[in-house]
């Protein structure tokens, strides 16, 4: 497994060795000289570096993750992402600074399956005197689930979807912000190669209809990896009903979750439903 980066293979104790010093020795001759670029790009190449080699304790060191609830739900979901690691190699393109408190690592993520980069940002802040890469959903797919969503967006214009029978999980009663996202209230397996889904969404206080994307993602050490997705565009009274969608993965996935994102400009969005499957 191949792992590079802007300056090249450094090895993880040369990597540790300033932090460490710095940290147990304040007097340590020249650590003043250490700037705090220097210190974000090892942050970012010591989560790397973790994450490649297959350490996820290591790796949850040097993140904050904002999707999970707890450092053990995070380590647990990162040793499971391992084991199937979509990535083949991990090359660290560039950190740039964008203010004097945070610093942006652009990614690139080869995929195994067919080679294709996927290319994501990180950014970099300080947190009680450590810098720490900020994981928050970033999202990453192959070209086969692009082309399947594609070809699901031209169906659905001509289909109707009606809901499936046996509850997976849930998700909401929730407030999501313009461009955020929340995830379902659990894990589920997929028993079929589509999940169905019914909600109810609308912007508070309002009969306009929101804009929701609705995607079925895993949760990696790198990214979300979506393996399908549907946008639901519309207005649900909330004592109403439900709208039904289906999205397709073109196979069964174990250990997904629904993904749900307000794509409104400016509008906040209160959603709640339930993802079923055959």
């Known amino acids: ?26 007097g340590f ?27 996820a304790s290591e790796a949850t060191k040097w993140v904050i993750d904002t999707r999970f609830k707890s450092e053990q739900e995070q380590l647990k ?6 084991s199937d690691n979509p990535f083949s190699d991990v090359s660290i393109k560039n950190v ?3 203010s004097d408190d945070t610093y942006t ?12 980069i996927n290319t994501v940002t990180y950014p970099i802040v300080k947190k009680d ?12 797919k192959s070209k086969k689930v692009e082309k399947l969503i594609q070809s699901q967006s031209e169906e659905n214009s001509t289909s109707s979807v009606k809901p499936l029978s046996i509850e997976l999980t849930s998700y909401g009663d929730e407030l999501v912000k313009s461009g955020n996202s929340i995830y379902s209230n659990s894990q589920f397996n997929m028993t079929e190669d589509r999940a169905g889904i019914t909600g109810w969404q609308q912007i508070p206080g309002s009969v306009s209809k929101a804009s929701v994307r609705y995607s079925i ?37 174990s250990g997904v979750y629904l993904k749900v994102t307000n794509e409104e400009l400016g509008n906040t969005v209160r959603v709640r439903g339930h993802v079923y499957g055959n």
Not at 77 to 82: H, R
Not at 107 to 114: A, G, I, N, P, Q
Not at 230 to 244: D, E, K, L, M
């Open 129 to 140: 005197d450590n810098w720490k890469v900020l994981v928050g959903g970033q999202e990453t």
């Open 105 to 116: 690592a652009t990614v690139e993520l080869t995929r195994k399956d067919d080679g294709s």
């Open 77 to 82: 979901e990162y040793k499971e992402s391992l």
């Open 29 to 55: 001759a020249g650590a003043e000289s250490v700037s705090n670029e220097e210190l974000a790009k090892q942050s970012i190449k010591n989560y790397v570096e973790a994450a490649q080699s297959g350490d």
């Open 217 to 253: 993602v895993k949760k990696g050490i790198f990214s979300d990896d979506a393996y399908g997705q549907v946008f639901q565009t519309g207005f649900n009274s909330w004592n109403g009903a439900a709208f039904y969608n289906t999205i397709y993965t073109g196979r069964q996935y």
């Open 1 to 26: 497994m191949k792992i590079s980066s802007f300056n090249g293979k450094i090895k993880k104790t040369m990597l540790l060795i300033p932090l460490f010093a710095i940290s147990v020795f304040p």
């Open 96 to 98: 740039v600074s964008d």
